[in-house]
């Protein structure tokens, strides 16, 4: 089995794309296949090198790795070869309207309620009304031509049986008058000579599906298995890269972990209830291709940002030993303490240096304040500190317990809410909560 993801490098990848490349990346690992990486770089305008770096950033931070990869930019010779082998044979023809006299049989198409796809009127000019054209100036565009008396079928393994008629598509564009090829036929070539045998992507794809079989069909090879995901929506649109969908430099941003996302959109769409999982062999283990659902699917971030406490709280301290050495947090109990307390591992570092550094105390009551210094038990803090020291202060004077725990902790850490008190106390330790009740005291 060999799948292939193949972003086109002309912006930053949005989340649909993660997901694609995902799902591809996990059916293959589940079959013990392997994986491309295909840039789709034959748009010279809008590629750019630094999409691609970015591109394989993003993979390596959901941790996706590939087999092999290639930029199709390096590949026109072979794509030259076959398009003329593919116009000798008569499947490609020349074409020479404007966008604007297309865009206006469209509109007269449309309003006679007629399907808007090209009419085929170049395969009826002469060679002196082509030569009239290239007089103009005008430059031939190229159509692959569909058989239009096939009904095109294939067994899609998310969306179960397709049937669609070609005559109610158009004769898809191969090649521009600038001489760039469209994402249809290189693709196809690319996915012949690499024998990719499973081609998962958006459902928006589908027509492109149908003319590419007939390509297929017409280089006289096998077409692949495919299956067409639904669409992510957001905020009721299509997450779209065009149009400056959810990106991945956004979810970094938001401190979101990867294994969160990762284990949100393995699942979503599917039957499976979504959860944490570990690491990304749990994720391939339970992939199943046939649990993905046809309909439409939702995608919401405040669902991925309460994931990701979850996931958090699951982390062992050999996953998160590096990260806690370049905020100088060397310690697994600290760690084991804390992660069941925070949304965003950067909250290890406040609280971190809440309980290691000085802090502004915030003051209530300065009397209580100096009883709770004064009967403060002796010796090393332990879990049962917090709760010896709370009746001690009691019996000197009365005060609610709850009211009694707010002072102590704006007291010793400056904030209202946060982790268990009783635990803060012992990273604390007894040396720095004195000398935080004095600067009460003093104050």
């Not at 965003?344 to 915030?362: G, H, L």
């Amino acid at each position: 089995m060999l799948t292939r993801f193949a972003p086109s490098p002309t912006g930053y990848l949005h989340v649909g794309n993660i997901r694609t490349a995902l799902i591809c990346w996990m059916y293959t690992r589940s079959q013990n296949g392997k994986f491309l990486l295909r840039f789709d770089d034959t748009d010279f305008q809008r590629s750019d090198i630094k999409y691609i770096n970015s591109i394989i950033q993003d993979l390596q931070w959901v941790n996706i790795d590939w087999d092999l990869n290639f930029k199709q930019s390096e590949r026109f010779e072979r794509y030259n070869e076959v398009f003329l082998q593919l116009v000798k044979e008569g499947h490609i023809y020349t074409c020479y309207e404007t966008r604007k006299e297309l865009d206006i049989k469209r509109k007269l198409q449309l309003k006679r309620g007629l399907p808007p796809i090209y009419d085929r009127s170049a395969l009826f000019l002469t060679e002196q009304e082509r030569a009239s054209y290239e007089q103009e100036g005008r430059k031939p565009y190229f159509r692959f031509k569909l058989d239009r008396n096939e009904i095109v079928k294939w067994d899609d393994e998310i969306k179960g049986k397709i049937n669609i008629a070609t005559s109610h598509i158009s004769d898809p564009i191969v090649r521009r008058e600038d001489g760039i090829y469209t994402y249809m036929l290189p693709s196809v070539i690319d996915d012949i000579d690499f024998n990719i045998t499973h081609i998962i992507r958006g459902e928006d794809h589908i027509p492109n599906t149908v003319a590419q079989i007939q390509i297929i069909l017409a280089l006289k090879t096998k077409a692949p298995t495919f299956a067409h995901l639904s669409l992510l929506h957001f905020n009721d649109n299509k997450i779209s890269k065009r149009k400056g969908g959810l990106d991945i430099r956004l979810i970094k941003k938001s401190e979101i972990e990867p294994i969160t996302l990762v284990s949100y959109l393995a699942k979503l769409g599917t039957s499976d209830p979504i959860k944490v999982h570990v690491d990304m062999q749990s994720l391939i283990d339970s992939f199943d291709i046939k649990k993905f659902s046809s309909a439409s699917t939702q995608f919401s971030l405040s669902e991925v940002y309460k994931l990701n406490s979850k996931a958090l709280q699951k982390m062992p301290f050999k996953a998160v030993k590096e990260r806690l050495n370049q905020i100088r947090v060397n310690s697994s109990e600290f760690w084991y303490f804390i992660r069941s307390n925070i949304e965003k591992f950067s909250e290890v570092a406040k609280w971190w240096q809440i309980c290691k550094s000085d802090i502004e105390p915030v003051i209530f009551d300065k009397e209580i304040i100096k009883i709770a210094l004064n009967v403060l038990p002796q010796g090393d803090c332990n879990e049962n500190t917090l709760s010896e020291w709370v009746k001690a202060i009691r019996k000197v004077v009365d005060t609610k317990t709850k009211d009694l725990f707010m002072q102590l902790r704006l007291a010793l850490t400056g904030t209202k809410t946060g982790p268990e008190l009783a635990k803060l106390l012992v990273f604390i330790g007894r040396e720095r909560i004195v000398a935080r009740l004095k600067k009460v005291k003093d104050k």
